[in-house]
């Protein structure tokens, strides 16, 4: 549930989940608006392996910064980093490649409203250290498939990739951890994306 609300889970707040988890205590994520009983969130319990994928989660509050031909020294990625830091901006999915004749690329996401504060930030330290170009893209969102049972089942994250490809979604961004795999990809195939990973991982309804 953490990684749900780390991803852009609506309506569960991380700090909860972390308490909750500290003292063990059960938590129920009900509708305002119904009686329905609503999602229990609980200890694990061995039953929980036997599920791959629990669920798909999207964030459209998702901002893309790249800088190309970034000079590949020592250093380079943490003043950059260590600037955004202290200007109190989280940095989610960061991807850099490696560097061919001395020039690397770094891209990094950013939430939409500290788009225009990080991108000057960026810029201004590009053009320090000799950078090409620096590019902002707020038109990406995050999606992301998340469950206990990936870390015992290899495949997954080609399984997610294979469907999206199938269907002309490219993904521009990959960040996993041991329950979770995202990708950023064009705002505008959000709903497709969503549709399509629940169909290929035999889930009903959908997280936002």
């Known amino acids: 549930m953490i990684e749900f609300a780390s991803q852009g889970a609506r309506g569960i707040q991380i700090r909860a989940i972390e308490y909750a988890k500290r003292h063990d205590v059960k938590i ?3 509708s305002s608006f119904t009686n329905a009983d609503g999602t229990l969130i609980t200890r694990e319990d061995s039953s929980m392996e036997n599920v791959v994928v629990s669920g798909v989660v999207y964030d459209k509050n998702e901002a893309k910064i790249a800088v190309m031909g970034v000079p590949d020294k020592p250093g380079t990625a943490a003043r950059i980093f260590v600037a955004l830091a202290d200007n109190d901006i989280s940095v989610d999915m960061i991807v850099q490649n490696v560097g061919q004749s001395g020039i690397s690329d770094i891209t990094f996401t950013v939430s939409k409203t500290d ?3 990080a991108y000057q930030l960026t810029k201004s330290i590009a053009d320090d250290v000799q950078a090409r170009e620096v590019i902002a893209d707020k038109n990406i969102c995050k999606v992301s498939i998340v469950g206990l049972g990936m870390r015992n089942h290899a495949g ?3 399984k997610m990739f294979s469907a999206l490809a199938f269907n ?3 993904i521009q961004m990959i960040s996993t951890s ?3 795999v995202s990708v950023a990809i064009e705002e505008k195939y959000t709903e497709l994306a969503v549709r399509v990973l629940h169909e290929v991982f035999k889930l009903s309804g959908s997280t936002n």
């Open 168 to 170: 002309n979604i490219n």
């Open 178 to 180: 041991e329950i979770k």
């Open 115 to 117: 788009l225009d504060k």
């Open 156 to 158: 997954i994250a080609s």
């Open 28 to 30: 129920y994520v009900r």
